[in-house]
């Protein structure tokens, strides 16, 4: 089994990854900071993995040859995304340790699985149904409503998701959306939303982060603060449980990112969870003396997983492709000179060559001796950056 299998040592291994994204480069560079090789597959040219990987293998992540070529390299393999197909991640387990197993991956590319998934566990989300035909539709509890309609699948980032405030604009968003198979969520009284990464080891150990309290603008995760401001302890320590049985329940390995809503009466309800390392989690790499990519690496080369401590209060700001554009619509380079000058700042570009609006372009974070001063600093270099 995979707990008694020997660890993958700094220096030797070679570690794989399916996806060339961000987070895969992030991946990348933990491993290479531990002396390890890394591989990625990924079918774009200019993925940023790829880019700084040890090898790139340019290929579709169903393509025989290209899986065969991965298996063959590298000791362990990982994923950047949760929409990798599952045959790609049970191929690879033929030959090699995958973590997360492509189970696990599998409940998080379908919310209704994952759903059901939350209650297997004994973690509350939000009042739901499963949309998969007519009758289901017009089964539909009329407290469901007002509500959101979500795809099941291949959501993120708020797209795939229309929000409804009676029967007739739920048929006319489920047509919109092409009735596939859908979630409807009552809609929630929102005071605020957190999320909880946790790493858990082939052999059952788990070592959780802080909670963090994020801020998203139209969908997309805007800011991370973390220690959480407007969080109790008591919640805080409700959310890193829940977290935890979500990870043990389902035999996880590796770092698992769970989302919450703090709903306007206090209490605390589960909202999705992705299988790898998360946005959310990027201030790790600064104020942590173990950033969530360093236990990533760790998990799947089963070497040890040591509880992370925040040594700063911090907050990160995502920097989204807008910021490449000045009011009047030309490109322009964003003011790092005068972001670097201040004090605190970590910038984190990912190499993408071109900018749009909305694209992930990188994160800054800033870290300070004090939440109240590493908020002053975040608002200076939001002003900053325009
Ligand atoms: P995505 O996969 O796009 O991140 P989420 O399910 O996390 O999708 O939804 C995106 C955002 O929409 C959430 O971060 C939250 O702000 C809001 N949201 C989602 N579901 C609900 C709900 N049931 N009630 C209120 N707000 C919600
Ligand atoms: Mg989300």
Not at 243 to 264: H, K, N, P, S
Request: charged share 20%; proline share 6%.
């Amino acid at each position: 089994s995979a707990a008694s299998l020997k660890p993958l040592l700094p220096g030797e291994a070679t570690l794989g990854v399916m996806g060339g994204g961000q987070l895969g480069r992030m991946f990348v560079h933990a491993a290479q900071s531990l002396g390890c090789r890394a591989v990625v597959l990924d079918p774009d040219a200019d993925s940023p993995a790829g880019l700084v990987a040890h090898e790139h293998i340019h290929a579709g992540y169903l393509d025989e040859a290209g899986l065969a070529r991965l298996a063959e390299v590298a000791d362990a393999i990982t994923t950047e995304f949760e929409n990798v197909p599952a045959q790609a991640l049970a191929r690879l387990a033929e030959r090699r340790f995958v973590a997360p197993a492509g189970a696990a991956v599998a409940y998080c590319q379908d919310r209704a699985a994952e759903k059901a998934h939350f209650g297997a566990s004994g973690v509350a989300c939000a009042p739901y149904a499963v949309i998969e035909s007519a009758a289901d539709l017009a089964a539909v509890a009329d407290s469901l409503l007002p509500g959101i309609l979500k795809t099941s699948r291949m959501g993120y980032d708020g797209k795939g998701q229309i929000r409804v405030r009676n029967r007739a604009e739920l048929q006319a968003g489920w047509d919109e959306l092409k009735q596939v198979p859908c979630v409807l969520e009552q809609m929630l009284p929102l005071a605020l939303e957190l999320s909880v990464l946790s790493a858990r080891g082939a052999d059952g150990t788990v070592v959780q982060f802080p909670v963090q309290q994020n801020l998203h603008r139209d969908g997309i995760l805007a800011v991370t603060q973390v220690p959480a401001p407007a969080v109790s302890e008591a919640l805080q320590q409700q959310a890193l449980a829940s977290a935890a049985r979500i990870a043990t329940e389902m035999g996880y390995v590796g770092v698992l990112c769970v989302e919450f809503f703090v709903l306007q009466d206090g209490s605390l309800v589960v909202n999705e969870m992705a299988p790898r390392p998360h946005n959310s989690g990027h201030y790790t790499m600064n104020a942590c003396d173990v950033s969530q990519f360093d236990l990533q690496v760790r998990a799947m080369a089963r070497l040890p997983l040591r509880t992370p401590r925040l040594h700063s209060p911090t907050v990160m700001l995502n920097l989204l492709g807008d910021l490449w554009f000045d009011a009047a619509g030309a490109e322009r380079t964003p003011p790092w000179d005068a972001i670097l000058a201040l004090p605190g700042t970590h910038l984190h570009l990912y190499g993408k060559t071109s900018a749009r609006p909305g694209r992930k372009m990188g994160h800054l974070n800033i870290t300070a001796a004090t939440p109240a001063e590493a908020e002053r600093l975040a608002r200076e270099a939001a002003g900053l950056l325009g």
